[in-house]
């Protein structure tokens, strides 16, 4: 499913090393079990509107494990959309916060109960503030790469969205900054496609034959990736990204990933079953490769269902934001970006 | 003495050199032209964008949250409108993240009528710019304010708008208005900081030494005192409403004129102080009437002073209409002028309780 559109060679076929493995599926198992915790708050009324990324962990979880987390440009930036639980997850974050932003407490560490789930914001990590719309980020990428690529060295732009969201303006203003002659820009621009805009199919938005294409007319080197498979996924992005961070170019890359709970509250958050589990598909390699038994999988789940389950029990009980802080943090005194 | 442009241009020469600007951009912003209307001749980090408003948006809150301090200019607001949903979330980076993240990025935009800039070249942008909250926004009336208002927008943490009144970009400051370190000699100032015609490729501005000068976001100027009556005002209008408190004043009336200059933070300590002693207010825009950044003001002075007040609160916009017509007539009907203004003034004067 690998499509090379320009001269970027393809990843070796032999497999991730098997701690690397064993790392990539825990980290997913996580990342689902997250999910689901979150889906079932929703569902129980006692959590706020859902949106997620369960069905991208194969894709999400090697991404979170080969960026380079810090502040400042020397790092890299990090504009995600919402479906990127799995990626904060790989990244080091504690999942216990995303039930916290879940439920709207105070002690959610990203926006104090301000906003959704999974919309992270996280300065030590360059983590830029997630929003609900789905196309903005490719637009503010542009001026962090623009730091970046004056700043030298190896830090890198990673901007994520979906399909559904290169309709919209910002997508082609991302090609554009990115690859003009005069400056080009050390963006990985990632779309996740999983072939839906909330319920609008692939054949009602896309007469291209894949959204890589897109990059061809910019000169930008592209790609189109099974983002089911953890490992072609880790190879991928290992291999976009240096040439991102070597050459300080720009790179595409369209990962294919399935939907597994729809579009989010909206429409319904119930699992689906016509579209592959990158999960399952994952599993079935490792206990081919025999690095784990069916048994010792469906105990790690079950180790983690109940761990956020108790998370969720404990976090009931947490306060909630007052109302009396509503006008905090609207302006800041310090210029916490620059560093002060 | 400075016209506002060139005033600008020291301002923005100044922020690069001593407060660490990285970037000021946007359309026709970088050499050879330097700007739409030269305000930015000359400076060392300007560069030319795509023409892409969004874009330029968006690469100021990307550069913003990368840190670096950075002026985006969107030509004229009217082109603005296409990048209100970034500019909100540019309001929002610290409120969004509860004050994890700040966003300083300034966004300069020309406003409002007096070129004939026709139906989108003329567009005012107070109401749509204090709908957006977490910003703070500027607009000055003079050269002198201009470059004070203009650096206190840069170094601030937060998202802040400058507003320039396209109708003053040539005005000059009064005598005692300089600004420091100018020189007096309009020509000898030119010759110093304005690109020469034709070929510009190896000339270099020679920068007057100026200062630093902040002139504070939230604070209000007096630009004449009077006990008869109140008039707020900002950009294009504020020297019109002076000028005719300078004839009012011949028919006896004393008008307060007050340069609101910073739409938010707002001085409202300043203005109600002066509605509480003259009893009358008239408060002139040239925004579209509904839905004005006016009618604020006047809600908060109905609220708060109703039985202060010695005559009806009154405020003077532009005519609710979808643009401004290019003929003279068109525009000079559409938008307050020296006379509407002047009648206004006196009319409310004369409002027998």
């Not at chain 2, 600008?8 to 359309?27: C, P, Q, Y």
């Not at chain 2, 002139?284 to 009806?312: Q, S």
């Amino acid at each position: 499913m690998s499509t090379t559109l320009r001269t970027v060679p393809s990843p070796t076929d032999a497999e991730l090393p098997k701690e690397m493995q064993l790392k990539i599926h825990r980290l997913m198992v996580q990342g689902r079990a997250l999910e689901e915790r979150l889906i079932a708050m929703y569902k129980q009324g006692d959590g706020y509107f859902w949106i997620g990324g369960p069905g991208e962990e194969a894709f999400n979880v090697p991404l979170g494990l080969l960026i380079r987390k810090g502040q400042g440009p020397q790092f890299d930036y990090c504009h995600f959309h919402y479906r990127q639980s799995a990626t904060m997850l790989a990244m080091g974050a504690d999942p216990v916060d995303s039930i916290r932003q879940m439920k709207g407490v105070a002690s959610d560490p990203y926006t104090g109960g301000r906003n959704f789930g999974n919309h992270y914001a996280k300065r030590a990590w360059n983590v830029c503030p997630v929003t609900s719309v789905i196309e903005v980020q490719y637009s503010f990428a542009i001026g962090t790469a623009i730091a970046q690529k004056r700043q030298g060295g190896q830090g890198i732009t990673v901007v994520t969205g979906g399909d559904a969201g290169t309709a919209e303006g910002d997508f082609a203003s991302c090609l554009v900054w990115a690859s003009r002659p005069a400056l080009e820009l050390p963006i990985l621009i990632i779309v996740g496609n999983n072939k839906w805009g909330i319920s609008t199919n692939w054949e009602g938005q896309h007469g291209e034959n894949r959204i890589s294409e897109r990059a061809k007319a910019f000169g930008i080197e592209a790609k189109t990736i099974d983002g089911n498979d953890p490992e072609t996924a880790y190879k991928e992005l290992a291999q976009a990204m240096e040439y991102v961070r070597t050459k300080r170019k720009p790179f595409m890359l369209e990962a294919m990933v399935s939907r597994l709970y729809g579009h989010s509250s909206a429409s319904g958050a119930n699992a689906v079953v016509d579209e592959a589990d990158c999960l399952k598909g994952f599993e079935a390699r490792l206990e081919k490769r025999g690095y784990l038994t069916r048994k010792q999988m469906d105990e790690m789940k079950a180790q983690y269902q109940a761990e956020f389950l108790e998370a969720h029990k404990r976090i009931r009980k947490e306060p909630m934001p007052s109302g009396s802080t509503i006008y905090d943090h609207i302006f800041q005194e310090k210029d916490l970006v620059r560093g002060e | 003495m400075a016209n506002m442009v060139q005033a600008i241009r020291m301002a923005l020469h100044v922020a690069e050199e001593r407060h660490g600007v990285t970037d000021i951009f946007g359309e026709d912003v970088g050499p050879p032209l330097g700007g739409a209307f030269t305000a930015t001749q000359g400076l060392k980090t300007a560069w030319n964008s795509p023409l892409d408003e969004r874009g330029i948006v968006g690469a100021s809150i990307g550069l913003g949250l990368a840190g670096c301090r950075n002026v985006a200019e969107i030509q004229f607001c009217d082109y603005a409108y296409n990048t209100i949903d970034l500019l909100k979330l540019a309001g929002m980076q610290s409120w969004a993240s509860n004050g994890e993240f700040n966003c300083p990025m300034t966004l300069m935009t020309p406003v409002g009528s007096g070129i004939r800039g026709a139906l989108y070249h003329s567009h005012s942008f107070d109401a749509t710019a204090t709908h957006i909250p977490g910003f703070k926004i500027a607009i000055p009336s003079t050269p002198r304010e201009a470059y004070g208002l203009l650096l206190s927008c840069i170094v601030d943490p937060n998202p802040s708008m400058f507003l320039v009144p396209k109708a003053l970009m040539r005005v000059r400051n009064l005598p005692g208005e300089e600004i420091p370190g100018e020189p007096g000699d309009d020509k000898a100032l030119s010759k110093m900081i304005d690109a020469p015609l034709g070929d510009r490729s190896k000339w270099k501005p020679k920068w007057p030494d100026t200062p630093d000068l902040f002139i504070a976001l939230g604070e209000a100027r007096t630009v004449r005192q009077g006990r008869d009556l109140t008039v707020v005002s900002y950009g294009r209008t504020l020297p019109l409403c002076a000028k005719a408190a300078e004839t009012l004043a011949g028919e006896g009336i004393e008008a307060e004129v007050i340069d609101l200059r910073s739409l938010y933070p707002i001085d409202w300590p300043r203005v109600k102080e002066s509605i509480h002693r003259t009893g009358r207010v008239l408060f002139v825009n040239e925004d579209t009437e509904v839905t004005n950044f006016g009618e604020h003001l006047l809600r908060r002075t109905v609220e708060e002073m109703f039985y202060e007040l010695i005559a009806p609160p009154r405020l003077l916009a532009g005519a609710f209409i979808p643009g401004i017509g290019q003929a003279d007539p068109l525009e000079l009907a559409s938008v307050p002028q020296l006379p509407s203004i002047t009648d206004a003034m006196r009319q409310l004067a004369r409002v027998e309780p």
